[in-house]
């Protein structure tokens, strides 16, 4: 995983870049602590011979506080710009929520007015068909009658009026305008549960489980069979 953190930090980044970043960072710093303990051992050693009388190469004290210092740098720098994006990431989040939330209120708006028109067009499509069972019944009250009773809208089964009728059910959503306002608003209303559930240390921990390296579990030993 590349470290590019520096920009990332100065730079718009995405909650998923930042994170990724982190990661990163979080395993160079285990690495650097690493070379921080080998770095002090080294020191150490080096001064207990000195201390002890022993010849050691000329700088070699000079040179081993360097390396020590070098570590403690590169540590401080890594810590430092951890704390830094683990802000970033938390701002990022918290934008990215606002932002959603904006998006859904413009979506909602947009769509109710969908809603709004598409109503209207089944009215005028019951209209239709209210005038074409008119036809057949002559009465407007028992027109309603026959058209709010169950039977009406299920034929029998293997009927005329049943192919007729699921042809054009079929041929009617095969025909509909994608997204529908009903795969628009389910949209919305997973969108909207998600902003209204927002769990900032949650978005954090999922985001880090995304990028972390998987955990290697050590092979099991199998005991050894005696014959």
């Known amino acids: 995983m590349k470290i590019n953190f520096l920009n990332v930090l100065r730079g718009k980044s995405t909650p998923e870049e930042i994170a990724e970043q982190i990661v990163a960072l979080e395993e160079k ?7 921080k303990v080998e770095a ?24 081993a506080d360097l390396a020590l210092g070098e570590c403690d740098i590169n540590f401080d720098v890594i810590s430092e710009s951890l704390a830094k994006l683990k802000a970033k990431l938390e701002e990022s989040l918290v934008a990215k929520r606002d932002e959603e939330m904006k998006r859904i209120i413009a979506d ?3 769509m109710n007015r969908d809603k709004d028109k ?6 005028r ?31 029998g089964l293997g009927s005329d009026a049943h192919k007729v009728f699921h042809a ?19 949209n919305i209303r997973s969108r ?36």
């Open 192 to 227: 909207d549960h998600w902003v209204s559930h927002f769990d900032l240390d949650e978005e954090i921990k999922s985001l880090m489980k995304k990028y972390k390296p998987e955990q290697v579990k050590p092979a099991e030993q199998s005991e050894a069979v005696t014959v």
């Open 168 to 186: 054009e059910i079929d041929k009617g959503i095969a025909e509909l305008r994608r997204p529908t306002i009903a795969d628009v608003e389910e």
């Open 108 to 110: 909602r708006n947009s």
């Open 118 to 123: 598409a109503i209207l067009e089944l009215w």
């Open 40 to 63: 002090k051992e080294k020191v150490k050693e080096i001064r207990s011979r000195v201390m002890c009388g022993e010849r050691v190469i000329p700088d070699a004290i000079k040179q």
């Open 125 to 155: 499509a019951k209209g239709r068909l209210f005038a074409l069972a008119f036809a057949i019944y002559g009465h407007p009250e028992t027109t309603r009658r026959h058209l709010e009773e169950f039977p009406e809208f299920s034929p």
């Open 29 to 35: 710093q285990k690495l650097c602590e690493q070379e």
